[in-house]
């Protein structure tokens, strides 16, 4: 949720830590702080609620030179956002600071018993125990300080990836996870960076180490880097190189990240399934399918979790799973499923998705099924997070960073792997016919060219979209394969624009929803042609007749709706299958305009952050 920073080396580090910070800021943008070694025995801290601009003007011209240092962007979970629960956090002696992503689930015993012992608290966060309780470790045993992270972090439940700097060790930084993420940057001559993702490191180093859970690295300035976990055993560490480019994380000319991203949805789409299919060859291939094929032979059921986003991609590939694999599946939201003993057996294939591979909840439900036996397939977008470490097999999605929060192309980037797999595995069951499955893979090569020309309504969706900036309220309808589209367009108006809005499959329309219909409510079908396309036109002329502003999605050429909608916006015909990555993209456009048009943050909305690393 929150976003880390560190540096340590021979640089100075705040601008490389304010940098990074602005980087990071789609992870959490509720307040943000730095804290700099500059003085022996002395740290420099500065903090303050709002953007990372907001503590710029707070520094203004102050002195921030050092060598040393670590900075946070806060997603508030524990006290409001304001200054005093901005990190860094301080313990009473004001010697040790400590930044922290995650949850400590037990702060308030550990409070209490620190209470006890004398200390006193001035903010409402976890944050501030942990660092109290590292402190009190320190002194009442007279260790290191990594000696006292491992003996306190013992004592903790709950996740956590954190920084610590001592102001009596100028040449040393800590750092520690579990259960949420944190990269280590190796640069030249003992210099080392520390974030929650690789987009803070990527201009100054392409050799990374991912941590892994309950283990503590301990960067030093002239003795290098250590590895050990809580029992201090030393880790031998791998050095992965960043296939990430500096270019992926700019806006490269767009207003914001989140047009970007959907404008890069041609690329994307196309690089998720470049060198897994080919239409030449007439095949798929998938080697994390095709390496356990066992698993997937003999499933009886694929039960899919997800949240957010990522669920509706997993509600689309439901149906396509049944038509073309004949397989039963069920999707979850991961947030709920291990709550409510789930029945898992081991001839289970249990599919997670996740964008940023790092999402506590999927993380959480991933475990569960393991310890059931099931086989676990993840998807994700970010190399070497934690779901692609820790499910039996996977893909990634090849979508690039995604740095607007609303999902836009790691979401067309799911539906496209599903889409695979689910064609993979029914032409290997033989439960998708030869011929169907060729069609299949010539439709799908030609979804990045029709997604560019969806791209060229831009200005005619803009229109559509100053029409509807003032609503405050919203439906969103579709059958079969589209249901979950007009989900997804339901949930993108209102992450980014705040209107509220609601999707249904359009038949339950008549069971309640309808009576919300008047003259001011906007109502969005997804009407391409399909098996149930006359149901659809029927749902149409039930709202037509109750006097609902109309917008529908059409396959193109489509004349029966022109006269019962106010707006048609023509969709490049398709398998009715592969609909889906293309109805989401004007859907995906309408929200972003009404968002600006309501002058919303776009790539920020309120309340909201890219990676959900907390329950």
């Known amino acids: 949720m929150c976003g880390i920073v560190g540096y340590i080396g021979h640089k100075e580090a705040f601008p490389i830590l304010v940098k990074g910070l602005q980087r990071l800021e789609y992870r959490g943008y509720d307040s943000a702080g730095v804290s700099i070694h500059q003085n022996p025995e002395e740290l420099t801290i500065f903090k303050k609620k709002g953007k990372v601009q907001d503590l710029l003007d707070h520094v203004g011209d102050s002195d921030t030179s050092g060598n040393s240092g670590i900075g946070h962007t806060r997603w508030a979970t524990h006290g409001p956002p304001n200054d005093t629960n901005a990190h860094p956090h301080t ?27 004398g200390h006193d608290f001035v903010s409402d966060t976890d944050t501030e125990v942990l660092v109290h309780l590292i402190e009190e470790v320190q002194t009442r045993t007279s260790t290191t300080l990594c000696e006292a992270v491992q003996i306190a972090l013992r004592e903790v439940e709950g996740a956590y ?9 100028p040449d040393l930084l800590i750092a520690a996870r579990k259960s949420s993420p944190l990269v280590i940057g190796v640069g030249l001559e003992n210099e080392y960076y520390v974030a929650s993702d690789a987009t803070p490191i990527i201009e100054y180093t392409q050799n990374v180490i991912y941590l892994d859970d309950e283990e503590v690295a301990i960067m030093h300035r002239t003795d290098g880097l250590i590895i050990r976990n809580l029992d201090n055993v030393t880790i031998t560490p791998e050095v992965h190189a960043l296939e990430l480019q500096i270019e992926a994380i700019e806006k490269g000319g767009f207003d914001h990240f989140m ?81 409510r003993n ?12 996740s964008q940023s591979g790092e999402t506590a909840d999927t993380l959480a439900a991933i475990r569960l099924a393991k310890e059931r036996g099931a086989h676990v397939f993840g998807i994700c977008n970010v190399v ?16 690039g960073p995604e740095i607007g929060v609303a999902s836009t192309k790691a979401f067309t980037a799911q539906l496209t792997v599903l889409t695979l797999i689910a064609m993979h595995v029914g032409k290997r069951n033989k439960q998708l016919s030869s011929a169907r499955f060729s069609r299949l893979l010539v439709e799908l090569n030609s979804i990045p060219e029709k997604v560019e020309q969806l791209l060229k309504q831009d200005d005619a969706i803009r229109n559509i979209a100053l029409k509807f900036q003032h609503n405050e309220n919203a439906l969103y309808l579709g059958r079969g394969v589209n249901f979950p589209i007009a ?55 039930e709202v037509k007749a109750r006097g609902g502003r109309l917008v529908a ?54 309340n909201l952050a890219k990676s959900v690393t907390v329950e």
Request: with cysteine.
């Open 91 to 117: 313990a009473r002696l004001g010697k040790l600071s400590l930044i922290h992503n995650g949850i400590i689930e037990n702060y308030e015993s550990l409070r209490t018993s620190l209470e006890s012992n």
């Open 487 to 541: 989900l997804e367009g339901a949930l993108k108006l209102k992450e980014i624009s705040y209107i509220h809005a609601e999707g249904y499959p359009s038949a339950e329309m008549k069971h309640g929803p309808i009576a919300l219909i008047d003259a001011e409510m906007p109502v969005f079908f997804v009407a391409t042609a399909d098996d149930v396309y006359e149901k659809v036109v029927s749902n149409v002329q």
């Open 553 to 606: 999605l059409v396959s193109a050429g489509n004349n029966d709706l022109k006269s019962l909608a106010e707006f048609v916006i023509e969709i490049p015909k398709c398998d009715q299958a592969l609909a889906p990555l293309l109805t989401t993209i004007p859907l995906q456009l309408l929200s972003y305009h009404i968002a600006v048009l309501r002058q919303c943050n776009v790539d920020q909305p309120r």
């Open 161 to 169: 990836a954190i920084v610590v700097m001592d102001a009596s060790q």
């Open 342 to 353: 789930p029945i898992i057996r081991p001839n289970d294939v249990v599919i997670a998705i």
């Open 384 to 399: 070497g997070s934690s779901i692609a470490r820790e499910t039996d097999s996977g893909a990634y999605t090849h979508a």
């Open 259 to 339: 047009l970007k991203e959907i404008f890069e949805q041609p690329n994307s789409i196309q690089d998720s399934f470049r060198g897994r299919m080919s239409v030449q060859r007439n095949e798929i291939k998938m080697s994390g399918i095709d390496e356990h094929w066992d698993r997937w032979e003999n499933a009886q059921r694929i039960l899919i979790i997800a949240c957010g986003t990522s669920w509706h991609a997993g509600l689309v590939a439901e149906y396509l799973f049944e038509d073309f694999a004949r397989i039963p599946v069920e999707v979850e939201y991961a947030s709920e499923f291990r709550y």
